[in-house]
């Protein structure tokens, strides 16, 4: 069977749907960050040797067929003086990272290309460049302009990066909010933000999940009228068809950011798809659990064979 590495984390639930849902037809090896130590890595001039201390898995880089490239979070270092935990974690990822970028022959997706195609403004750029309808936008770190952007219509504020936090109860996410003009935007100057002119999402909201050539395009029609991400959200799926202006436009998007795998969201508004953004690393379980949709299939596929 073909061996499929995964750099991820113990908690990653997708990939234990993963793992069990192909374990007759893939070899799955798998780096979960967070127990770092049990892992042993050498680095040699022609070849990365990995091994599993406690499952026993050991394989060298030019050996591995695909990689899956998901979600990594650092071990538990509140052991070690604080004073040198950021480099620790800094030479970790390093390590993680350059194991990424230097094994399976197919990969979704490479660290260097993540980390270009989650930046928001290489995407508002690129997509406007290609067409895409946008709403109106502003990234900035400027009171005074994100002030007047948003007293000229109700505006959302969003994270430009992960918007992950964490807090005295755990990990905490930061969603899409509507911005109340009345309250000031404080720390703006060192804290830029991503703040879009809000949109009506009457018509619907998409998910566009695409894998190589393959589409899967999901409607929501959900309860919360600003993030249908939220907690409580009461969401309806439906798999529906795109217009092929749309998708030849998504094409045209991931191949500009070297992208094989990418979550679309969209507006429908009217007759026009309003595109907000592409994840790249999005998630998709609970879209196959629900329409019983083969987006594992699809990404087993590609990490198999490619494109």
């Excluded at 003009?181 to 060192?190: A, C, G, M, R």
Aim: with cysteine; glycine share 4%; hydrophobic share 40%.
């Amino acid at each position: 069977m073909p061996p499929v590495l995964i750099i991820t984390q113990s908690k990653d639930l997708t990939v234990d749907y993963l793992v069990n849902q192909y374990k007759e037809s893939v070899t799955w090896l798998r780096i979960d960050v967070d127990r770092f130590g049990r892992y042993c890595f050498e680095v040699r001039n022609n070849y990365i040797q990995i091994s599993d201390s406690v499952s026993g898995w050991e394989i060298k880089n030019n050996e591995v067929q695909g990689l899956l490239y998901r979600k990594p979070a650092f071990p538990e270092l509140s052991a070690y003086n604080p004073y040198y935990i950021p480099m620790m974690q800094k030479e970790i990822l390093s390590l993680i990272d350059g194991v990424a970028e230097s094994s399976g022959q197919n990969c979704l997706t490479r660290p260097s290309i993540l980390r270009r195609a989650e930046n928001k403004v290489v995407q508002m750029n690129f997509a406007t460049s290609i067409g895409f309808k946008l709403p109106q936008s502003l990234i900035t770190n400027v009171a005074e302009s994100a002030d007047k952007f948003i007293a000229s219509n109700p505006s959302v504020v969003k994270p430009l990066s992960t918007g992950r936090i964490r807090t005295i109860e755990g990990w905490e996410t930061i969603q899409t909010n509507m911005v109340v003009s009345s309250e000031p935007i404080d720390n703006l100057d060192v804290s830029p933000a991503y703040f879009q002119h809000y949109v009506d999402k009457v018509d619907g909201e998409y998910r566009v999940t695409i894998i190589g050539e393959f589409v899967f395009a999901v409607r929501i029609e959900s309860s919360n009228m600003v993030d249908w991400r939220r907690k409580g959200a009461r969401n309806n799926y439906q798999l529906v068809e795109l217009p092929q202006q749309v998708l030849d436009q998504c094409f045209k998007l991931m191949k500009q950011l070297d992208l094989a795998y990418g979550a679309f969201d969209f507006i429908k508004v009217g007759q026009e798809y309003c595109f907000l953004e592409v994840n790249p690393n999005g998630q998709w379980l609970w879209l196959e659990q629900l329409l019983n949709i083969p987006i594992s299939q699809k990404i087993v596929d590609y990490l198999i064979k490619g494109s």
